[in-house]
């Protein structure tokens, strides 16, 4: 995650080399051609063509400074001929963008595609007449689609917490993707570790000294939080066995572990009511968030990562929140499916149509 550009490629460059070493023989139907691959980049990029585009910033706690402004693509393909793979990228598709383009192969009702995982992101089909930014030509379909990067969406009308604030400002990229901080899996059990430790501090929740563990930053991940959260032993041993084994806290009362349990819930349930407005926003700027003209029409988003995959509480929470916000009429014509893996799958689809062998037919 940190480190210099030339390092990140070669590695994933290896891990390619390695697969391609395991792979049957049999499976390549065409053994002399290059291999096409889809490259899926979870990180706002400036996307130049299909198989290019410059890495704009980084996110989610990676920092290698001399990528940026680079053509990913352009990287990833000097770091292959360096380990003598004979592999061309034929589409570079952010994880929101593989998602959407997976759902919608399997569902053609999938209009979004959203992902709860160490960030957050969304992305969506919007007419194309309707985005002003777009200068060129109008596509023929009159569709395209857009990568909302709403991890990076901030408002005066999001409240903040002193504990986002001194997150946010001691991470590695302070001012930036705010909401991201508040909702994903990289941030939620360190915003716990800093409720734990000022109650700690200033509280003496843990006893007169403060734990040191806790003023480890990161220490406490979203998974741990996850475990306590749904820890259903009549003592709450998952809390107690979790405090010991990570932060060394040990003969916590049942009292204190429940008001531990509380604070992942409030934690958790701010960000999956979030999350769910965000996917909210997205129905009402497409017109389905009501039945339009007295018509019923289905709308499914897809989503992914492992925040929804793994934690069912923000999960379940996410999902009666948007029922909550879409009302009884329509939500039932708004449907979530999880799309695992949906962005590598939905990235090799879209290398497989722009692929440069067309089979030409025999006159
Ligand atoms: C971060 C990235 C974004 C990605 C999201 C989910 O927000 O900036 O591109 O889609 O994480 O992985």
């Known amino acids: 995650m940190t480190g210099s550009s030339h390092e990140l490629f070669d590695f994933i460059a290896a891990e390619l080399a390695k697969f391609v070493a395991g792979e049957d023989e049999n499976s390549h139907p065409f053994p002399v051609r290059q291999r096409e691959l889809g490259f899926t980049f979870s990180f706002p990029v400036r996307q130049t063509s299909v198989a290019s585009g410059t890495l704009i910033k980084w996110t989610k706690g990676f920092s290698i400074e001399d990528a940026v402004g680079e053509d990913v693509v352009g990287e990833l393909t000097k770091a292959m ?12 598709v952010n994880d929101t963008i593989g998602t959407l383009a997976g759902g919608t192969y399997y569902n053609p009702d999938v209009i979004a595609a959203v992902i709860l995982g160490t960030g957050t ?17 109008l596509p023929k379909s009159g569709e395209m689609v857009i990568n909302m990067e709403w991890g990076n969406f901030r408002s005066s009308h999001l409240p903040l917490t002193d504990y986002d604030h001194a ?52 220490i406490l991940r979203t998974p741990h939080m996850s475990a306590m959260h749904h820890d259903t032993s009549p003592d709450l041993k998952v809390v107690a066995n979790k405090l010991k084994d990570i932060l060394e806290i040990n003969n916590t009362s049942f009292k204190m572990r429940k008001v531990i349990v509380e604070l992942c819930d409030t934690i958790a349930t701010r960000g999956a009511r979030l999350s769910a407005a965000g996917i909210y926003g997205i129905l009402k700027k497409l017109g389905r968030d009501a039945v339009r003209d007295g018509e019923k029409q289905k709308s499914v988003i897809a989503l992914d990562g492992g925040l929804y995959e793994h934690y069912t509480k923000f999960s379940e929470c996410m999902k009666s929140t948007l029922k909550e916000l879409l009302g009884e009429e329509i939500s039932d014509d708004v449907v979530i499916i999880h799309s695992n893996d949906g962005s590598g799958i939905g990235a090799a689809l879209l290398a497989a149509s722009h692929s440069q ?6 006159s």
């Open 81 to 92: 001929e360096r380990v003598g793979l004979n592999m061309r990228v034929a589409a570079l």
């Open 121 to 137: 992101n969304a992305a969506y089909v919007e007419r194309a007449n309707a985005i002003p930014k777009w200068r060129g030509p």
């Open 167 to 218: 997150l946010d400002v001691e991470s590695l990229n302070p001012g930036e993707q705010i909401f991201e901080k508040i909702i994903s899996g990289m941030y939620l059990g360190e915003i716990l570790r800093r409720v734990l430790l000022k109650m700690a501090e200033e509280a003496e929740f843990f006893g007169d000294t403060v734990p040191a563990k806790l003023k480890i930053p990161f």
């Open 357 to 362: 062998y067309v089979e030409v037919e025999e």
